[in-house]
């Protein structure tokens, strides 16, 4: 439980950042809102693809033998 309620508070705290920002430079509350929503719609789609590439360039760990 204690776990849902830090997911869902990092998406807020995102939400209202991406707002924040896109408000402060536009001056519009439509775009600030688009910002918003685009933006954890965005990690949710582009963060496994970024986690995939890390893996890839990691070097493998090296097989012991007994």
């Known amino acids: 439980m204690l776990l849902l309620a830090q997911k869902t ?3 807020g705290l995102h939400m209202t950042v991406a707002f924040g920002i896109t408000y402060a430079a ?3 509350v439509a775009t600030g ?3 918003a929503v685009l933006e954890p719609i965005c990690n949710v ?6 986690d995939q ?3 890839k360039l990691r070097p493998a760990k090296p097989q ?3």
């Not at 789609?45 to 970024?50: I, K, R, T, V």
């Open 9 to 11: 508070s990092q998406v």
């Open 26 to 28: 536009t001056g519009s």
């Open 33 to 35: 809102g688009l910002a």
């Open 45 to 50: 789609l582009l963060l496994p693809l970024h």
């Open 53 to 55: 590439l890390w893996s």
């Open 64 to 66: 012991t033998t007994c």
